[in-house]
């Protein structure tokens, strides 16, 4: 059983940074694949961004690369998300996930842990 929970949303203007934590109980943290997904107001659940469970490979949506950066800390049980040069169209319920899938994977079946969610919201 691994517990999942986000913090670090918040209110920024557009062009501004948010750096996101999850932060996971349990003993096996490392032994996971995490994800960052969002979630807009009416709209479905997408991916944004992958790491592995060594930290060694990411993978980014389109819409997010070269702007937003995943990292992990294993030794804090905690994964991060960097968000730089935020848009209006970012904002956002932002989720963390973790799953065991054998490949880094932008859907969402394949994570078995899910946490509550933090509101990024951007102005324009």
């Known amino acids: 059983q691994v517990q999942l929970v986000e913090s670090g949303g918040g209110l920024v203007q557009a062009g501004g940074s948010l750096r996101l934590s999850c932060a996971a109980s349990g003993r096996t943290f490392s032994s996971y694949n995490m994800g960052w997904f969002r979630q807009a107001a009416g709209k479905e659940r997408e991916f944004v961004a992958t790491i592995s469970w060594s930290g060694g490979n990411t993978y980014y949506s389109d819409s997010v690369k070269g702007r937003f950066t995943i990292s992990r800390d294993n030794a804090k049980n905690t994964v991060y998300l960097q968000m730089n040069s935020l848009k209006p169209e970012d904002t956002a319920i932002y989720y963390c996930?973790?799953?065991?899938?054998?490949?880094?994977?932008?859907?969402?079946?394949?994570?078995?842990?899910w946490g509550q969610g933090t509101q990024v919201t951007v102005s324009s």
């Open positions: 996930a973790a799953g065991r899938s054998l490949l880094l994977t932008t859907a969402t079946g394949p994570y078995d842990y």
